[in-house]
């Protein structure tokens, strides 16, 4: 498959979504300005991305590290003289010399690779070319991501993002515990509150100078996640934002298309994501198996309107799909449906939040005999 194009011309979820809709194994690499993206791709799922800055690589994930504690500076310098001298990959002299834990790498390199790609689908100019390729997998520390699953993980920091923004507002605004407040636990309970949001409680109690940026830092959380717990500690009334004296926005950070010192929340619009996807079930209709080079398919103006109602019918079908595929694990390992889809959650196939997203009840689930029936709640 020859896929090569401009950004303007093709959107990057229609790209991500062809790839893994062939099941193609190979290499993306997207230019813009003087940056580099190379996502990874194996059977179509996401294995890996890096980034090189005037064609050499930005060391996200040992900053990640340096930022979190868990290497020191001079670790940190250790492990690129190491790479130098030995081309080895810098998660096995991270593994292999024990900077850290297996469990701390994976999820490090998860946060690493969520942070890169819901940024990654910002980009707006740059051209892209995806190269076929064999991609090895290290088992110790790949674990690759179904693109589907990275696209609606996109569509919600999209829809989310928003009403997050209007009242965490800067990387620099800092917080206190609001003393009038009701009991946590009893916040907790009545607003489901999960460990992301007692995470960022218990580091505050710690330390209420630290700053949001501080907090994507230490929590292992991510950026997205931290500023969303952030979001509902302060919305129900348990932490006190206070607004600095001289404010860094979240999209005021210089450094052009990506920030090699942080990583920061996506601009794409829901819009693009939306025409992108239908647009690339078109192409695939069209011309699959054809040979395909993308010049010349233009996106719909972004000031354009898309009801609630079609968005939410599009990340339903697709969380709908992800339900059934789980479904069909379950069944494989069981020899049976499962009675209801909790059970799938707590099996490690699902997370709590696919039963119900986008909505706001769960997807209706009925067994019948060896088989089932998933609708959505709202049509």
């Known amino acids: 498959m020859a896929l090569a194009g401009s950004l303007k011309d093709f959107n990057l979820a229609d790209i991500f979504q062809l790839i893994a809709q062939q099941g193609k194994s190979g290499i993306l ?34 900053n990640m590290l340096l930022r979190a504690n868990v290497i020191t500076n001079k670790g940190f310098q250790y492990i690129i003289d190491k790479r130098g001298k030995s081309l080895r990959r810098t998660e096995d002299i991270l593994l292999d010399e024990n900077f850290v834990s297996r469990e701390d790498l994976v999820l490090f390199i998860r946060l690493k690779n969520n942070e890169l790609l819901y940024k990654l689908m910002g980009w707006k100019e740059g051209e892209f070319e995806f190269e076929p390729a064999e991609i090895s997998i290290n088992s110790a520390y790949d674990s690759p991501q179904p693109t589907d699953s990275v696209l609606m993980d996109t569509f919600r920091v999209v829809d989310e993002w928003p009403s997050i923004n209007n009242i ?26 999960g460990e992301s949001e007692r995470r960022i409680y218990s580091l505050i109690i710690e330390n209420n100078d630290y700053d949001v940026q501080r907090l994507i830092d230490i929590s292992r959380l991510g950026e997205f996640e931290t500023c969303k717990a952030l979001y509902n500690l302060v919305r129900t009334g348990i932490l006190i934002a206070k607004k600095p004296r001289n404010p860094i926005p979240f999209n005021a950070l210089k450094g052009g298309p990506l920030n090699t010192k942080r990583v920061v929340i996506p601009s794409v619009l829901i819009l693009n994501v939306v025409i992108g996807i239908m647009a690339v079930l078109l192409v695939i209709l069209l011309m699959a198996g054809v040979f395909l080079r993308v010049r010349t398919i233009k996106q719909e103006s972004p000031n354009a309107v898309i009801k609630t109602s079609i968005y939410k019918r599009l990340i339903s079908d697709i969380t709908k799909e992800r339900i059934r595929n789980s479904i069909d694990v379950y069944r494989a390992m069981q020899g049976d449906v499962p009675d209801n889809l909790e059970v799938l959650v707590r099996s490690g196939l699902l997370q709590e939040r696919d039963l119900s997203y986008p909505f706001k009840m769960q997807y209706k689930y009925t067994k019948v005999k060896d088989s089932y029936t998933i609708e959505s709640p709202l049509y």
């Open 29 to 62: 690499h997207i230019k813009s300005g003087r940056f580099i993206m190379r996502v990874y791709f194996f059977n179509g799922s996401i294995v890996r991305s890096e980034v090189f800055e005037g064609g050499k690589p930005v060391d996200i994930l040992l």
């Open 168 to 193: 965490i507002t800067s990387v620099n605004m800092k917080f206190e515990l609001n003393r009038e407040s009701e009991d946590f636990e009893k916040v907790a309970h009545q607003n489901e509150f």
